[in-house]
């Protein structure tokens, strides 16, 4: 391959092209396959020739991040090996992550996935939501296990990155690990279990739909905390579970579960690790298990440009035009939807059109604040609590979901429209949900390397085309165009290789050379190791041989011959019935069959409790 096709195949499949694919574009772009001087071998060939030539997958990473830093100032990474040398966590944040933290970083959620590299070490995640109600990632990480240390350490960079600020909330699957380093690095953070993980476990622990069903109610419930006590202790009574070693630590973590014991704890929403996975999702579009840690950040990098395309496109919606206004609340519809975004605006109209249940049922004034009840209609056994201070400015509801969510509740737009109040107060609006909300931290640039890279490629192969196809008509334009071209080629690689030789240099100045992580396992643990089940035999299925040494090969094999010299000896002689012969082999059909039944069985009856507990779910 020439090495302009060689580096225009490189720059598709940084795109994420198949290299099929890129072989047909290249053919339809020279007129036909004919035309192609080179094979479809020979570009896998050159793909694993440029894998070979990276020497140190561990040390390329590194050398691809410092490049990167280069263009990018902000961008942070660091990196740590263990005692032979090996990489054993690598943590990495662009500029870009971190103004999006600087705003959005009040809650943090980060969970691992797996087999996302040719190495399978986990990739650790942080992320959060922005503005939109879309995840939005605030850095990343590879690590080789997933030990308390390592969690430590990861959290440790990510508070250097973001300039020491610590989130306000976190949430987690409850990895004893992750739990640990939280209460290390963030100890003032309020710590949430997810919600899904914890359905999951109450069913595999218990084992009752029913206590599955009541535990959901009580984790998601809306209660107060007396109510809550009541309703766990009637709960464990009526199953008899008191003594379980799973409900004894549930009771002790209800702080970190139980909606009764969070309420007032800012979590944007967040109730489980569900949209960890849905990124997960999303990464595994990009990146491939054969990746090495070079082309996983480049790739990994492709899927955070098109998060932010999505963000980008969120923006446009919300600042071209206004929604359709839908209540009868128009003028504080109007005003939230000058101030929120489209898709949190949409979430609040939510809350206008049951606020047109409610009604104030009594209003109580002191010195320094009124204080409103507030009743749903039709139902007088519920009520909720809303102050209000003499200026108008400071709104506080008993259900506390306002602190919990940044929106404005029902009960307290109810106050609203009682005192008359057609826009939306500024302290109800919280800044983060806003469209201004990255007005200070805009980033000017707006655009990475490799986009720029791609782009000016695209104009001088179009201009190139152009070039050929004016100049090829000519002699001496060719010849002109020939001799240039030529020139400006040789001229380029004498500066590109001088570039090299002191971009070497200065790495070797470094005196890092972190050596390429083994290979691990999924949700592997330190000091974990895995039992292999012994190999047996297929004929015997005794374990320590194989068919080819087992000691009663040679004994069937003799019987089987026997047996078919005295079938053909006395074909004649035996007279066998050969209705008799299929009926007895029908038989044995026949009995196995009702054996798979009764298998098929028992396999459907399983099959119905799984869906009956995920149903539960």
């Not at 020497?55 to 990473?61: H, N, S, T």
């Not at 009580?218 to 007396?226: A, F, K, Q, T, V």
């Amino acid at each position: 391959m020439a090495e302009a096709d060689a580096s225009q195949m490189n720059n598709m499949k940084d795109a994420g092209i198949s290299t099929p694919h890129i072989y047909a574009m290249l053919a339809n772009q020279a007129g036909g396959y004919e035309n192609v001087n080179y094979s479809l071998r020979d570009m896998y060939n050159e793909i694993a020739r440029r894998r070979r030539h990276v020497l140190g997958d561990a040390r390329e990473a590194l050398r691809y991040l410092k490049n990167q830093k280069a263009e990018d100032t902000n961008l942070y990474y660091e990196h740590i090996v263990n005692a032979k040398g090996v990489l054993r966590a690598l943590f990495w944040c662009d500029g870009r992550s971190q103004l999006d933290y600087e705003v959005f970083g009040d809650v943090l959620a980060f969970d691992a996935t797996y087999k996302k590299n040719k190495y399978l070490c986990p990739v650790v995640v942080f992320s959060g939501v922005n503005r939109h109600n879309q995840t939005v990632v605030f850095g990343s990480a590879l690590v080789t296990d997933e030990s308390k240390e390592v969690y430590v350490w990861l959290l440790h960079q990510l508070l250097a990155a973001m300039r020491g600020k610590a989130p306000v909330s976190v949430i987690t699957d409850g990895a004893p690990s992750m739990r640990f380093a939280i209460e290390m690095v963030f100890p003032n953070a309020h710590h949430r279990l997810c919600a899904w993980h914890l359905i999951r476990n109450a069913t595999s622990n218990i084992g009752n739909p029913k206590f599955t069903s009541m535990f959901k109610k009580g984790m998601l419930g809306d209660y107060e905390i007396s109510v809550f006590e009541q309703k766990w202790f009637g709960m464990v009574e009526e199953f008899g579970v008191a003594e379980k070693n799973w409900i004894i630590d549930m009771y002790e973590k209800r702080h970190m579960w139980a909606t009764a014991h969070i309420r007032g704890k800012f979590f944007v929403g967040f109730r489980t690790t569900s949209r960890c996975e849905g990124l997960h999702s999303i990464i595994a579009k990009y990146v491939k298990s054969q990746y090495n840690l070079v082309d996983f950040i480049k790739h990994f990098k492709r899927c955070l440009t098109y998060l932010r395309y999505k963000e980008v496109e969120a923006d446009y919606v919300s600042i071209s035009g206004l929604p359709v206004l839908k209540t009868t609340l128009e003028h504080l519809e109007r005003s939230a939807s000058n101030f929120y975004t489209r898709e949190i605006f949409f979430i609040f109209r939510g809350m206008l059109v049951r606020a047109a249940r409610m009604k104030v049922v009594q209003d109580v004034a002191f010195d320094s604040f009124v204080l409103y009840t507030i009743s749903k209609y039709g139902s007088l056994n519920s009520s909720w609590e809303v102050s209000v201070d003499n200026e108008r400015t400071k709104f506080n509801c008993s259900c506390l979901r306002m602190d919990s969510f940044g929106i404005p509740c029902e009960h307290i737009v109810c106050v609203l429209v009682f005192l008359n109040i057609l826009e939306l107060p500024k302290s109800l609006v919280l800044t983060r949900w806003s469209k201004n909300a990255k007005t200070s931290t805009f980033d000017s640039s707006g655009v990475t390397w490799e986009s720029i890279i791609l782009s000016q490629y695209g104009c001088l192969m179009d201009w190139c085309r152009q070039l050929s196809y004016v100049t090829s008509r000519r002699q001496e334009r060719f010849h002109l165009v020939r001799d240039t071209v030529m020139s400006l080629i040789e001229d380029f690689k004498i500066e590109d290789e001088q570039e090299k030789q002191v971009g070497a240099e200065a790495d070797d100045s470094d005196g890092i050379f972190p050596k390429n992580p083994q290979n691990c396992r999924s949700k592997c643990r330190l000091g974990e190791k895995v039992k292999r089940k012994p190999q047996q035999c297929s004929i015997c299925r005794m374990e320590g041989h194989n068919k080819k040494s087992c000691p009663l090969a040679k004994d069937i094999q003799q019987q089987t011959n026997a047996t078919s010299c005295g079938i053909n000896r006395n074909h004649v002689e035996e007279g066998l019935d050969a209705d008799a012969e299929m009926g007895f082999w029908a038989s044995d059909l026949e009995e196995d069959y009702e054996e798979q039944e009764f298998w098929a069985g028992d396999s459907d009856a399983s099959a119905d409790m799984e869906l009956s507990e995920e149903f539960s779910m």
